[in-house]
Protein backbone atom coordinates (compact mmCIF):
# COMPACT_ATOMS: atom_id res chain seq x y z
CA UNK A 1 0.00 0.00 0.00
CA UNK A 2 1.26 3.13 -0.86
CA UNK A 3 2.28 6.11 1.60
CA UNK A 4 0.19 9.46 1.92
CA UNK A 5 3.73 10.83 0.29
CA UNK A 6 3.71 8.60 -2.15
CA UNK A 7 0.04 9.05 -3.16
CA UNK A 8 0.43 12.60 -2.79
CA UNK A 9 3.41 12.43 -5.15
CA UNK A 10 1.95 9.86 -7.41
CA UNK A 11 1.02 12.20 -10.81
CA UNK A 12 4.15 14.28 -11.23
CA UNK A 13 6.24 11.37 -10.44
CA UNK A 14 4.24 9.35 -13.51
CA UNK A 15 6.62 8.60 -16.53
CA UNK A 16 6.85 11.50 -18.86
CA UNK A 17 5.18 10.42 -22.47
CA UNK A 18 6.68 13.17 -24.37
CA UNK A 19 10.27 12.34 -23.13
CA UNK A 20 11.19 16.09 -22.18
CA UNK A 21 11.84 14.82 -18.08
CA UNK A 22 14.37 12.40 -16.93
CA UNK A 23 13.17 9.25 -15.70
CA UNK A 24 12.05 8.97 -11.97
CA UNK A 25 13.25 11.42 -9.29
CA UNK A 26 14.98 11.42 -5.73
CA UNK A 27 12.48 11.99 -2.82
CA UNK A 28 12.52 15.54 -1.39
CA UNK A 29 15.41 17.22 -3.77
CA UNK A 30 15.28 21.18 -3.52
CA UNK A 31 15.31 24.11 -1.08
CA UNK A 32 13.48 27.16 -2.48
CA UNK A 33 13.83 30.42 -0.70
CA UNK A 34 10.98 33.12 -1.48
CA UNK A 35 11.36 36.44 -1.07
CA UNK A 36 9.36 40.42 -1.70
CA UNK A 37 10.06 43.34 -1.38
CA UNK A 38 8.16 45.47 1.06
CA UNK A 39 6.27 47.60 -1.43
CA UNK A 40 5.12 44.17 -3.29
CA UNK A 41 4.10 42.80 0.25
CA UNK A 42 2.09 45.64 0.83
CA UNK A 43 -0.26 45.49 -2.02
CA UNK A 44 -3.11 42.44 -2.98
CA UNK A 45 -1.70 41.80 -6.47
CA UNK A 46 1.84 41.30 -4.74
CA UNK A 47 0.16 39.66 -1.99
CA UNK A 48 -2.09 37.31 -4.10
CA UNK A 49 1.31 36.46 -6.25
CA UNK A 50 3.03 35.31 -2.59
CA UNK A 51 0.60 32.86 -1.57
CA UNK A 52 -0.31 31.43 -5.19
CA UNK A 53 3.53 30.62 -5.56
CA UNK A 54 3.59 28.71 -1.86
CA UNK A 55 0.51 27.38 -2.63
CA UNK A 56 1.79 25.67 -5.73
CA UNK A 57 5.62 25.22 -4.51
CA UNK A 58 4.46 23.31 -1.05
CA UNK A 59 2.16 20.62 -3.86
CA UNK A 60 5.49 19.31 -5.21
CA UNK A 61 5.76 16.62 -2.89
CA UNK A 62 9.08 14.74 -3.17
CA UNK A 63 10.52 17.39 -5.62
CA UNK A 64 10.89 20.71 -3.14
CA UNK A 65 11.91 19.21 0.09
CA UNK A 66 11.85 22.94 2.06
CA UNK A 67 10.84 26.52 1.15
CA UNK A 68 12.33 29.81 3.19
CA UNK A 69 10.30 32.19 3.29
CA UNK A 70 11.83 35.95 3.45
CA UNK A 71 8.37 37.77 4.05
CA UNK A 72 8.14 41.67 5.47
CA UNK A 73 5.35 41.98 8.63
CA UNK A 74 2.53 43.02 6.62
CA UNK A 75 -1.03 42.42 7.45
CA UNK A 76 -3.00 39.93 5.13
CA UNK A 77 -5.14 41.60 3.13
CA UNK A 78 -8.76 40.41 1.97
CA UNK A 79 -9.20 38.16 -0.28
CA UNK A 80 -5.60 36.69 -0.97
CA UNK A 81 -5.94 33.37 1.52
CA UNK A 82 -8.66 31.47 0.52
CA UNK A 83 -7.56 29.11 3.47
CA UNK A 84 -5.26 29.39 6.30
CA UNK A 85 -5.61 33.23 6.55
CA UNK A 86 -3.68 34.68 9.74
CA UNK A 87 -2.99 37.88 10.58
CA UNK A 88 0.17 38.70 9.09
CA UNK A 89 1.31 37.80 4.88
CA UNK A 90 4.24 35.53 6.42
CA UNK A 91 2.04 33.62 8.97
CA UNK A 92 -0.43 32.68 6.15
CA UNK A 93 1.72 31.36 3.75
CA UNK A 94 3.04 29.28 6.48
CA UNK A 95 -0.39 27.90 7.30
CA UNK A 96 -1.00 27.31 3.47
CA UNK A 97 1.92 24.79 3.65
CA UNK A 98 1.74 23.35 6.70
CA UNK A 99 -2.32 23.02 5.74
CA UNK A 100 -1.41 21.72 1.96
CA UNK A 101 1.80 19.27 3.03
CA UNK A 102 1.77 18.68 6.83
CA UNK A 103 5.39 17.65 7.06
CA UNK A 104 5.97 16.42 3.52
CA UNK A 105 7.35 19.95 3.02
CA UNK A 106 8.96 22.17 5.70
CA UNK A 107 8.66 26.05 5.67
CA UNK A 108 10.50 28.70 7.91
CA UNK A 109 9.83 32.37 8.06
CA UNK A 110 12.70 34.88 7.77
CA UNK A 111 15.32 31.93 8.30
CA UNK A 112 19.11 32.58 7.45
CA UNK A 113 19.76 29.41 5.53
CA UNK A 114 21.76 30.72 2.56
CA UNK A 115 21.96 27.08 1.16
CA UNK A 116 18.64 27.14 -1.39
CA UNK A 117 19.01 25.97 -4.69
CA UNK A 118 16.49 28.16 -6.32
CA UNK A 119 15.77 31.74 -5.31
CA UNK A 120 12.12 33.37 -6.01
CA UNK A 121 12.03 37.48 -5.52
CA UNK A 122 8.76 38.83 -5.71
CA UNK A 123 9.47 42.21 -6.74
CA UNK A 124 12.92 43.62 -7.05
CA UNK A 125 14.99 42.20 -4.55
CA UNK A 126 18.26 39.85 -4.65
CA UNK A 127 19.09 36.38 -3.04
CA UNK A 128 20.70 33.50 -2.65
CA UNK A 129 20.65 30.64 -4.98
CA UNK A 130 22.51 28.89 -7.77
CA UNK A 131 19.27 30.07 -9.91
CA UNK A 132 17.47 33.06 -9.10
CA UNK A 133 14.32 34.79 -10.86
CA UNK A 134 13.06 37.75 -10.54
CA UNK A 135 8.96 38.38 -10.74
CA UNK A 136 6.39 41.38 -10.92
CA UNK A 137 2.72 41.51 -11.67
CA UNK A 138 0.18 43.72 -11.97
CA UNK A 139 -3.60 43.25 -13.38
CA UNK A 140 -3.17 41.18 -16.51
CA UNK A 141 0.30 41.74 -16.94
CA UNK A 142 3.30 39.85 -15.33
CA UNK A 143 6.65 38.73 -15.89
CA UNK A 144 9.37 36.27 -14.75
CA UNK A 145 12.96 37.02 -15.36
CA UNK A 146 16.57 35.82 -14.23
CA UNK A 147 18.68 38.60 -15.64
CA UNK A 148 17.65 41.23 -12.55
CA UNK A 149 16.09 44.74 -12.38
CA UNK A 150 12.67 43.65 -11.93
CA UNK A 151 10.08 46.14 -11.91
CA UNK A 152 9.21 46.88 -8.09
CA UNK A 153 6.24 49.89 -8.68
CA UNK A 154 3.38 48.75 -6.44
CA UNK A 155 0.71 47.07 -8.76
CA UNK A 156 -2.57 49.52 -9.24
CA UNK A 157 -4.79 46.42 -9.50
CA UNK A 158 -6.34 43.62 -7.12
CA UNK A 159 -6.77 41.22 -10.07
CA UNK A 160 -4.80 37.73 -9.17
CA UNK A 161 -4.75 37.08 -12.66
CA UNK A 162 -1.48 38.38 -13.40
CA UNK A 163 -0.05 37.48 -10.42
CA UNK A 164 -1.21 33.71 -10.58
CA UNK A 165 -0.32 33.23 -14.27
CA UNK A 166 3.48 34.36 -12.80
CA UNK A 167 3.40 32.16 -10.08
CA UNK A 168 2.71 29.01 -12.43
CA UNK A 169 5.38 30.00 -14.42
CA UNK A 170 7.52 30.22 -11.71
CA UNK A 171 6.64 27.61 -10.05
CA UNK A 172 6.88 25.54 -13.48
CA UNK A 173 10.77 26.48 -13.50
CA UNK A 174 11.48 25.25 -10.22
CA UNK A 175 10.05 22.22 -10.77
CA UNK A 176 12.11 21.78 -14.08
CA UNK A 177 15.01 22.18 -12.44
CA UNK A 178 14.35 19.89 -9.51
CA UNK A 179 12.50 17.18 -11.94
CA UNK A 180 14.87 17.61 -14.30
CA UNK A 181 14.68 17.65 -18.10
CA UNK A 182 16.80 15.67 -20.55
CA UNK A 183 19.31 17.33 -22.35
CA UNK A 184 18.56 19.10 -25.29
CA UNK A 185 14.54 18.88 -24.52
CA UNK A 186 14.12 21.82 -22.81
CA UNK A 187 15.75 25.25 -21.33
CA UNK A 188 15.02 27.75 -18.12
CA UNK A 189 13.28 30.98 -19.13
CA UNK A 190 15.61 33.84 -19.15
CA UNK A 191 12.78 36.69 -19.63
CA UNK A 192 9.16 36.24 -20.16
CA UNK A 193 7.03 39.53 -20.34
CA UNK A 194 3.20 39.07 -20.95
CA UNK A 195 0.08 39.65 -20.74
CA UNK A 196 -2.85 37.53 -20.21
CA UNK A 197 -5.45 39.93 -21.74
CA UNK A 198 -4.02 40.01 -24.84
CA UNK A 199 -2.26 36.36 -24.96
CA UNK A 200 0.78 38.37 -26.66
CA UNK A 201 4.31 38.72 -25.20
CA UNK A 202 6.79 41.70 -25.16
CA UNK A 203 10.19 42.35 -24.45
CA UNK A 204 9.81 45.59 -21.89
CA UNK A 205 7.27 45.79 -19.17
CA UNK A 206 5.92 49.10 -20.60
CA UNK A 207 4.79 47.34 -24.05
CA UNK A 208 2.05 45.07 -22.64
CA UNK A 209 -1.58 45.90 -22.25
CA UNK A 210 -3.51 45.70 -19.35
CA UNK A 211 -7.18 44.75 -19.64
CA UNK A 212 -10.02 45.80 -17.26
CA UNK A 213 -11.02 45.68 -13.98
CA UNK A 214 -13.57 43.62 -12.05
CA UNK A 215 -15.32 46.69 -11.35
CA UNK A 216 -15.52 47.31 -15.04
CA UNK A 217 -16.57 44.17 -16.20
CA UNK A 218 -19.96 44.14 -13.83
CA UNK A 219 -21.43 41.09 -12.90
CA UNK A 220 -21.14 37.90 -14.79
CA UNK A 221 -23.81 36.26 -16.42
CA UNK A 222 -24.49 32.48 -15.29
CA UNK A 223 -22.25 30.16 -16.65
CA UNK A 224 -20.82 26.38 -15.70
CA UNK A 225 -18.22 24.80 -14.37
CA UNK A 226 -18.43 21.70 -16.02
CA UNK A 227 -16.32 19.45 -13.55
CA UNK A 228 -15.12 20.92 -10.47
CA UNK A 229 -11.52 19.76 -10.38
CA UNK A 230 -8.14 21.79 -10.91
CA UNK A 231 -9.15 23.48 -13.95
CA UNK A 232 -12.15 24.50 -12.35
CA UNK A 233 -10.39 25.58 -8.36
CA UNK A 234 -7.73 27.69 -10.47
CA UNK A 235 -10.64 29.37 -12.28
CA UNK A 236 -12.52 29.91 -9.15
CA UNK A 237 -9.33 30.90 -7.44
CA UNK A 238 -9.12 33.61 -9.47
CA UNK A 239 -12.37 35.26 -10.04
CA UNK A 240 -12.77 35.33 -6.68
CA UNK A 241 -9.60 36.51 -6.01
CA UNK A 242 -10.28 39.46 -8.66
CA UNK A 243 -13.57 40.76 -6.78
CA UNK A 244 -15.40 38.91 -9.80
CA UNK A 245 -19.10 38.30 -9.06
CA UNK A 246 -21.90 36.33 -11.10
CA UNK A 247 -23.42 33.40 -11.02
CA UNK A 248 -22.42 29.70 -11.69
CA UNK A 249 -23.46 25.84 -11.82
CA UNK A 250 -21.10 23.40 -10.33
CA UNK A 251 -21.66 20.31 -12.50
CA UNK A 252 -19.37 17.07 -10.97
CA UNK A 253 -19.59 13.65 -8.95
CA UNK A 254 -16.69 13.56 -7.96
CA UNK A 255 -14.58 13.39 -5.26
CA UNK A 256 -11.02 14.53 -3.75
CA UNK A 257 -8.43 11.92 -3.17
CA UNK A 258 -4.43 12.09 -2.34
CA UNK A 259 -3.49 11.19 -5.32
CA UNK A 260 -4.90 14.34 -7.45
CA UNK A 261 -5.03 16.66 -4.04
CA UNK A 262 -1.54 17.87 -5.26
CA UNK A 263 -3.01 20.36 -7.76
CA UNK A 264 -6.14 21.57 -6.45
CA UNK A 265 -5.24 24.88 -5.50
CA UNK A 266 -8.15 26.00 -3.41
CA UNK A 267 -7.96 22.92 -1.14
CA UNK A 268 -5.72 21.10 1.49
CA UNK A 269 -5.30 17.70 3.56
CA UNK A 270 -8.56 18.25 5.22
CA UNK A 271 -10.81 18.60 2.19
CA UNK A 272 -9.68 14.77 1.23
CA UNK A 273 -12.37 12.69 -0.01
CA UNK A 274 -14.41 16.09 0.13
CA UNK A 275 -17.27 16.30 -2.48
CA UNK A 276 -15.92 18.23 -5.39
CA UNK A 277 -18.83 20.04 -6.16
CA UNK A 278 -20.03 20.92 -3.17
CA UNK A 279 -16.27 22.32 -2.09
CA UNK A 280 -16.13 24.40 -4.96
CA UNK A 281 -19.74 25.86 -4.76
CA UNK A 282 -19.14 26.61 -1.03
CA UNK A 283 -16.18 28.79 -1.90
CA UNK A 284 -17.97 30.59 -4.81
CA UNK A 285 -21.31 31.31 -2.25
CA UNK A 286 -18.99 32.54 0.52
CA UNK A 287 -17.26 35.22 -2.00
CA UNK A 288 -20.14 36.75 -3.42
CA UNK A 289 -21.06 34.34 -6.23
CA UNK A 290 -24.55 33.24 -6.72
CA UNK A 291 -23.80 29.18 -7.24
CA UNK A 292 -25.68 25.94 -7.23
CA UNK A 293 -23.73 22.57 -7.09
CA UNK A 294 -25.20 19.51 -9.22
CA UNK A 295 -23.64 16.67 -7.76
CA UNK A 296 -23.74 14.32 -11.08
CA UNK A 297 -21.66 13.89 -13.99
CA UNK A 298 -21.91 16.14 -17.11
CA UNK A 299 -23.78 13.54 -19.47
CA UNK A 300 -26.34 13.20 -16.85
CA UNK A 301 -26.33 17.06 -16.17
CA UNK A 302 -26.76 17.79 -19.79
CA UNK A 303 -30.09 15.90 -20.00
CA UNK A 304 -31.83 16.61 -17.12
CA UNK A 305 -33.80 19.25 -18.32
CA UNK A 306 -33.35 22.10 -15.90
CA UNK A 307 -33.17 19.97 -12.68
CA UNK A 308 -30.70 22.32 -10.92
CA UNK A 309 -31.04 25.63 -13.12
CA UNK A 310 -30.71 28.53 -10.69
CA UNK A 311 -33.96 30.31 -12.00
CA UNK A 312 -36.60 30.19 -15.20
CA UNK A 313 -34.84 31.44 -17.75
CA UNK A 314 -31.61 29.38 -17.61
CA UNK A 315 -33.74 26.00 -17.07
CA UNK A 316 -35.99 27.51 -20.32
CA UNK A 317 -32.01 27.08 -22.42
CA UNK A 318 -31.03 24.26 -20.59
CA UNK A 319 -34.27 22.36 -21.63
CA UNK A 320 -33.28 22.79 -25.17
CA UNK A 321 -29.91 21.39 -24.52
CA UNK A 322 -28.86 25.18 -24.40
CA UNK A 323 -25.46 25.75 -21.74
CA UNK A 324 -24.48 29.55 -22.96
CA UNK A 325 -21.12 30.44 -22.25
Given at each position: ?????D???????R?D?????V????AH??????????V???SR???????M???????????????L?????????????P??????L????L????????E?????L????????????IG???S?G?E???L?????R??I??????C????????AI????C????A?????I????????????E??????????????W?????G?Q???VGP??H???A??G??AQA?A??????G???CA????Q?SL????D???V?????N???????LL???????????????????E?????G??????D???L???Y??PI
Amino acid sequence: MKQEIDQLADRHLRPDPLGVLVEGAAAHVGVVRVSISTVMASSRGGQHLAWMLVNLLCRQFKVVREILLDIPAVPTLDAVAPFGRKALLGESLLECVRLVSREHVGARLNSNADLVDISLGIGNVTSSGAEHWNLHADGWRYCITSSGGSCDAAPSSNLAIGPYMCAALAAGEVFKIFRGMRPGRGASIESHFASAWTLSTSTTWDELEDGPQAHEVGPLPHFYFAGAGAVAQAAAACLVGSGFKGCATVVDQDSLDLSNDNRYVLSNLSNDRADKAELLTTHLMAHGFSAKAAPVWWEEFAISRGRWAPDADVAALERTYQFPI
